[in-house]
């Protein structure tokens, strides 16, 4: 049996700590300073709000009743300009501390608003163009439904500037008909945010429209439940093994403090195990789904999910026994609508316990002892949807010391008329195609493994040439190459060297004399397939290496940089790493890539089975020995009844 507990992530009071999320009162707060410092009107809008969070050794000397200084990062947008704004607001002294206009043509534009996305069909059927397409392909443009998306640069001297988004179609034949079995294909409009028009309609070709439908409850694809599969019971009688005080969580040895915030979502704060640091701050900063179709009217479908549509406030309200299982901990979210005014986000985040199999097992041959450990995992995590498709994001703490991110993408294929076998295209269903495309997220890991002065070594597994000291051939040994400046730290993943990094202390040591570390470990699946002088290569440019590693600067956030739509490219990590710091013994953070690359399956339609992207990080010499000899064995009765 399930049970779930609800508790808020965000305070209701005066904060605990200077990593609170901001409560609705701080919000109104905002707001109300915001306003009376002349920065609202009528046509401007909030795009971001979230807690700007003190420099780390702020928070890292920070003791129970010292006090706290609570600031605001806010981005604004007036939509009848289309004028970004980035400001820090002092809640704590009630005024704007810092404020910059926002150069869209030379940096980009603030992310896109839910409400410039709200008019586009009105645009659509004020376009004689866009409505003699539609009327040319037999279709009544009422029924179409817009999906306007980022737009990307591309070159187009009459975007510059401007806040453009380009619109796809679908057509949706009843209210229950999903559209997205419908492409509209072959035409494409270009529509000005804050002309509040449509500028431009590539009509290209005409192509078939895909009839059949996509619900997977209605034909053809509905089929009667099975009843063969027996309900599997998860429960805790005597309760979960975490505690909550606020927003730091502590499980077996691990103690850490989890935020959220629009851009990012759930973000992990000073993790720790037996008291002894190991990350800083852990969130994904960013992800980037590119495309492969390179058609007239969909060359330019990259989409930055964070850094241009801030996916976190789609994040879905979690239900009991579906999304998570077990004893359950949620936590409602509460961040700012478009309007600067607080709003609360239902069981936004879960927190669980999971069992995970054999932890560890021997039968020894010599002195008769058989021994076996149950692992577990504590499980903090959090699902949104954004357009066709939904990604939740788990991050899981081992009993022995390992961290775990997994990425986890389903919901609906994003499709295309289907060109025929020699496109850029897998068919669905008849004359239904799914273009190929990637899906890759960028990890931003403030790593403060034994404290925050940290070294990155590449360590590859080599053979040894045959020689007197191997003479038969069979050695092999690790191979380590110290990373000791930010231009030698952009790397790729290579698992026929079983590559991985270490992230050392070199100021600590076992009781061995080793230098304790973590280590990342990649999947190393296919970075960025682009070409390199692509527009999205320049925009994404992160994309194109598993690993970076830079030197700790609070103002160093997005590995995309700050104001990804309608970048021209070469901000965040590019930028970043081009100073060429000493990263050698410093305060470092490692920018790990991942993801899918996926030419798409007929078994992913209508609806796609969960795939899976990740990273994990494993202790190395951080501990003198087995750091799960503790775990005590389950009871006979739970593992040896027949």
Known sequence: ???????????????????????????????????????????????????????????????????????????????????????????????????????????????????????????????????????????????????????GVFGHEDEVGRRIVRVLAFYQYDAADLPWAHPIDGVVAYVDLTARRVTKVIDEIELPLPTERGQWDAEPHAAAPRTDLKPIEITQPEGASF?????????????????????????????????RPVIYRASIAEMVVPYADPSPVRYWQNYFDQGEYLFGRYTNSLELGCDCLGEIKYFDVTIADEDGNPKLMKNAICLHEEDYGVLWKHTDMFNGMAEVRRSRRLVISFFLTIGNYDYGFYWYLYLDGTIQLEAKATGIVFASAHRGPDGFSTEMAPGLGAPFHQHLFSARLDMAVDGDVNAVEEVDAVAVPMGPDNPWGNAFRPQRTRLTRESEAMRTAD????????????????????????ALHPEGQPVLLADPSSSIAQRAAFATKHLWVTKYDPAERYPAGNYVNQNPGNAGLPAYVAQDRDIDGQDIVVWHTFGLTHFPRPEDWPVMPVDYAGFKLKPVSFFDRNPALNVPAAPKAHCCES
């Open 495 to 518: 698992n026929f060297k079983a590559r991985v990094w270490h992230i050392t202390n070199p100021d600590k040591q076992n009781r061995l004399g080793q230098t304790v570390g973590y």
């Open 1 to 151: 049996m399930s049970t779930a507990f609800v508790e808020s992530a965000t305070n209701t009071g005066i904060p605990d700590h200077p990593l609170t999320p901001l409560s609705a009162e701080e919000i109104r707060a905002v707001r109300r300073i915001v306003d009376e410092h002349g920065l609202l009107g009528e046509s401007v809008r909030f795009v971001f709000v979230a807690l700007e969070e003190p420099h780390k050794k702020t928070v890292q000397t920070f003791a129970h009743g010292d006090p706290i200084e609570r600031q605001a990062r806010v981005l604004l947008l007036d939509r009848a300009t289309g004028q970004g704004s980035n400001l820090v607001v002092s809640v704590t002294e009630g005024k704007v501390v810092a404020l910059e206009s926002v150069d869209a043509a030379a940096n980009g534009h603030v992310p896109i608003l839910d409400q410039e996305f709200e008019d586009i069909e009105a645009f659509l059927l004020d376009c004689p163009d866009w409505l003699t397409a539609m009327t040319r392909r037999g279709l009544d443009p009422a029924d179409v439904r817009a999906v306007p998306l980022s737009a």
């Open 243 to 275: 505690t909550v005080e606020g927003n730091q969580i502590s499980w077996a040895d691990w103690k850490f403090r989890f935020g959220f915030d629009v851009r990012e979502g759930l973000t992990l704060h000073q993790l720790s195990i037996a008291d």
